[in-house]
């Protein structure tokens, strides 16, 4: 008998012991009202498989029966924590099963468990298999992979997308929930095949979508209104090139946002 085998054999008697009733020693409620489960384990797996849990079950009394005080997860779905659990148990998971935004819900509830080696597995997984669909959601990878420091291998992979190829992914995303440190990277993009005059609608599109408040007509604003967007785009402002204008292009689409820009800009580009 193979290495292999006899770990396959050891997998599943830890996996036969998780669906035991008889022994468990420690409850975990998962999720939030009005979906929350309930999961049986082992305190001594658990304490040796996650530090994070370890530090839960460390400041954790038993009870007279001598079953652990239960512990809560409430930021985990209870089916996401249920994949997490027989992984934990059996060392393994199959990835095929699953759709692409749970493998990503599986990695974030991963780092909450400080389950290193998933983690790392999961975000090689995801950029070796799950391309097309990581391009086609970029903005929903983006914001997760710069959530934890521990998802180093896909900052790294976003960061050099949006270089490689900065048109696909401005196209892509939807303006209004985009973080500002990706639109700043994408603008400031030498390689973004884009005209001047239409990076400065999308940031104005991208500004009005953070004050929806705000009307999409100027004319209408009163002074807060430009203080409010000139505080929202401050930071975009000045990757605009502006000098590339046409004197039309800034007539009819800078012009009537003047008060947002800095004055001596403005005096400069007037």
Not at 98 to 107: G, N, P, Q, R, S
Not at 248 to 253: A, I, P
């Amino acid at each position: 008998m193979d290495d292999n085998k006899l770990l396959q054999k050891l997998s599943q008697n830890l996996l036969e012991i998780l669906d035991d009733d008889e022994y468990y020693d420690i409850k975990i409620e998962v999720g939030n009202d009005p979906y929350v489960k309930v999961f049986r384990a082992h305190m001594v797996i658990l304490n040796y498989r996650s530090t994070y849990l370890r530090r839960i079950l460390s400041s954790s009394k038993k009870n007279d029966d001598e079953t652990l005080v239960q512990i809560r997860l409430p930021n985990i779905l209870p089916e996401i924590f249920q994949i997490i659990l027989r992984y934990i148990y059996g060392g393994k998971i199959s990835l095929e099963d699953y759709d692409t935004l749970d493998i990503v819900k599986i990695l974030i509830a991963a780092s909450e468990l400080n389950l290193h080696e998933l983690i790392t597995y999961l975000q090689s997984f995801l950029i070796k298999n799950k391309v097309n669909w990581m391009g086609q959601n970029f903005n929903l990878v983006y914001q997760t992979s710069f959530e934890n420091d521990s998802f180093s291998v896909l900052q790294k992979y976003c960061t050099d997308l949006v270089s490689k190829d900065p048109d696909k992914i401005f196209k892509s995303l939807d303006l209004s929930s985009v973080p500002e440190n990706l639109l700043i990277s994408l603008i400031q993009n030498d390689n973004l095949q884009m005209s001047e005059i239409q990076v400065w609608k999308n940031v104005l599109k991208w500004g009005l979508a953070q004050n929806p408040e705000l009307s999409s007509n100027p004319s209408n604003y009163s002074k807060d209104d430009f203080n409010t967007l000139k505080n929202t785009l401050q930071q975009c402002i000045p990757f605009i090139r502006f000098y590339n204008f046409t004197s039309k292009e800034f007539s009819d689409n800078v012009l009537p946002y003047k008060e947002v820009l800095p004055e001596e800009l403005f005096m400069d580009l007037l």
